[in-house]
C-alpha cells in the first residue's frame, strides 16, 4: 500500500506547558533531522500527535529512521482517502488484505473528530466491517484483544486510516536533557552507555583518548565509527579525540605499577571535566559496571572520582554484561565493538592493578607529576569532528590500505 502519512504518538511525556512544549519541539527537530534525505516531507507537530506528510517518500525507508528517535511511544502509517463511504470501504478492504493472515482476529476502531460527518462511530464500525466480512474469507471479530485494528479516523479535511501499531524507541527526545560528555573508547560498555543516556533525552559528546604511536589509526577509526552507529539515535555527534600518549608515557616512568591504572584513570576523568566545561556541557557520562574489572570496584572509583565534583553517571553500573551485550546487539554496536583494535588502555594496562587502590596513596603518586603541564598539553592537541548517522571511517582506510599493496 502505498502510505501518505505517519500518525506518531508521543512518549513519556511531562504535563507541564512548557516541558511539554520543549518535548515536542526537539521531538520535531530531531524527526526532520533523520529525515534530512526526502525535501518532500512535512511535519507537523501538534499538541497531542505529529503527523508525518510523506507526499511520495516511502514509508518502507522512512520507518527505518523513524523506529530510532526517542520520545515516540507508537507510530502507524496512515492513507488519507476521500471522505465518501466507497473510498473508505475500498481503501479499509486493500490494508485489510495486505496484513491479514487466517487465523487473525480483528476488530474496526472509529473516531471522528468532524462531527456534521454523514455517519457516526457506531455506524461506520458496523458498515465497515459487514463490508469487510462480505469481501473477505475467515474473519474473526474480537473486541478485547484483537490481532490487528483498523483505525478509521473522521478529521475534518478528510479521513486517515491505518491498521498497524508500531513501537518507537521510547525515552525522550535527545536535547530535552541537556548536553553531557561521553567518555568512549572502543568496547562493548561505553556505546551501549552512550544509547541509553540518549534515551533519556542527554545529548552527548564523546570524548576519546588515542595513543599514537602505541595505537593504531584502526583503533581510532574504531571509535568513530561506533559513533557513526550511535548518530542514528541523535542526528550528529561530536567526536573529541584527546592525545594520551604523553601522559601515559609519564605515568608509566613515575608512578608504581599497582597505581598505574588508578592514576591514569585520574587524568582521563580530569580531562573529561576541562572538556565539559570548555563546552559548556553538564555532566560526565562513561561506561563503567560495577566490579567488571580492577578499575571498576566501588574503592576504584572512590580513587578515581576524587579529581571532580561533576555528577559521573554510569548508565550500565548495575547491569550484567550479557544484559549489556544483548543491547549492543539490539543498537548495532556489538560486532565492531569486538573487533581486536587495542585502545590506549589495553596497551598500558599493568598486570595487576590494585582492585582496591588507596585514595591517598593515588594522591600522593600523582603529585610526583607536572599535572598541569600534562593536561595543558593534552588539551591542546585535541581534535574535534563532527559524525553523520552511518558514517564509516574504517572501510576507507581498508581500501586504502588495500590500494597501497
Ligand atoms: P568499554 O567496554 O566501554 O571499553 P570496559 O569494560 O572495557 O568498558 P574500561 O576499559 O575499564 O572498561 O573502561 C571503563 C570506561 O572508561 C569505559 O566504559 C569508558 O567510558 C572509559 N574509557 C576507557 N577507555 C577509554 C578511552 N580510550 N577513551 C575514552 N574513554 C575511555
Ligand atoms: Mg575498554
Redo the contacts with the bound molecule.
Sequence with gaps: MKYTEVMVRYGELSTKGKNRKDFIGRLAGNVTKVLRDYPQIEIHPKHDRMHIVLNGAPFEEVDQHLKKVFGIQTYSPTIKVEKTLEAIEETALALMKETFKKGMTFKVNTRRSDHHFTYDTNELNLMLGDYLFEHMADLKVEMKHPDLVLRVEVRQDAVYISNQLLHGAGGMPVGTGGRAVM????????PV?SYLALKRGVDIEM????SPPYTTEKALNKAKELTGILANYAGRINFIAVPFAEIQETIKEKVPEGYLMTVQRRF?LRLADQIRAKRKDLAIF????VG??A??TLESMTAINDVTTTPVLRPVATMDKTEIIRLAEKIGTFDLSIQPFE???TIFAPPRPKTKPRLDKAREFEARLDVEGLIERAMAGIKVTPIYPDEKFLANKAAEDTALL
Excluded: K, P, R, T
Excluded at 562513561?286 to 559496571?289: F, I, R
Design positions: 567518555m568512549l573508547s572502543g568496547g562493548i560498555d561505553s552507555a570524548v576519546h583518548f588515542y582521563m562513561n561506561g563503567e559496571s567488571q574489572v578499575s571498576q585502545d590506549c588502555c
